[in-house]
């Protein structure tokens, strides 16, 4: 890949899957808005607790040096194709109500989950997509660019006046907004253990919103920060730490479920903090 803003993003990887094996499962965890400033393993002061990335940094591979993107869309689909914005051509986050910036990604670009399915992959997608726009905007767009199956997102859970307990999730393309419904934070970790079981070789992208606005305090069984009051300014960055780690303890359950013998695990950022 060539023609990429550096940006203070994230990569951390762990390959356990057997050289013998010639096709690991393979699965591709994205954060949302959490830069290395946010990550024990890279040593800031600024981090809260993230066990479970630590460990994968500490049994796999840290990158200290890398390129992305500072916005989310642009990431995504460079990520998924391959390409520079200037060739995908997003360049910038998808807002379907500006003109300006409702470009979605074209479904019928070559994409990494094409071509793993054409070589014998099963290909889910799980959480947030943000790649569809226009013209022609469909709630079928990841199944047009290469999954089977995907449960989640289209955007973010605040683009539709929600947020991580009321939110809007397709099925296939089937959406509906959901009321009182489980943390989105667990809820993607629910979906993405049960898309592990099946057929394997599996490709697995897991997007999490966390932790993208709007913020919030997470269930007080996944943060050690104690009761939170989100709303004064002065907590959002608490707040942020505290949404970063209820998803580190939830990656964490999501890898014991994992037959992590023949599946390698990449975790990365969208863009920085």
């Given amino acids: 890949m060539s023609g990429y803003v550096r940006w203070a993003g994230l990569v951390v990887a762990m390959g356990c899957a057997s050289v013998a094996n010639a096709q690991p499962n393979l699965v591709l965890v994205i954060l949302d808005d959490i830069g290395v400033d946010r990550i024990g393993a890279y040593g800031y002061g600024t981090a809260g607790p993230t066990p479970t990335i630590d460990g994968l940094a500490a049994q796999g591979v840290r990158f200290a040096s890398f390129w992305a993107q500072p916005t989310c869309s642009p990431f995504r689909a460079s990520v998924l194709t391959g390409l520079a914005p200037s060739e995908h051509g997003i360049g910038s986050p998808i807002e379907l109500d500006n003109p300006e ?48 199956h995907h449960r989640g997102m289209m955007f973010n859970p605040g683009y539709l006046g929600g947020d991580y307990t009321n939110y809007e999730k397709c099925i296939d393309g089937a959406c509906a907004m959901l009321a009182n419904a489980p943390y989105l934070t667990t809820d993607t970790t629910n979906d993405a253990i049960a898309a592990l079981a099946g057929n394997e070789p599996f490709f697995l992208w897991i997007g999490y919103n966390a932790a993208h606005g709007p913020r919030h ?48 695990v990449v975790v990365v950022s969208d863009t920085g903090t």
Wanted: with cysteine; proline share 8%.
């Fill in 101 to 148: 910036k409702s470009t979605g990604l074209d479904p019928d670009i070559d994409t990494l989950p094409k071509r793993l399915r054409a070589a014998g992959y099963r290909t889910e997608l799980v959480g947030k997509w943000h790649l569809a726009g226009e013209p022609g905007y469909t709630t079928q767009h990841p199944l047009l660019a290469g999954f089977d």
């Fill in 217 to 264: 305090a997470p269930p007080a069984s996944l943060h050690g920060y104690g009761p939170l009051d989100c709303t004064p300014l002065a907590q959002q960055a608490t707040c942020h730490k505290a949404m970063i780690e209820a998803l580190d303890t939830e990656l964490a359950r999501l890898l014991a479920a994992a037959d992590l013998s023949d599946t390698t």
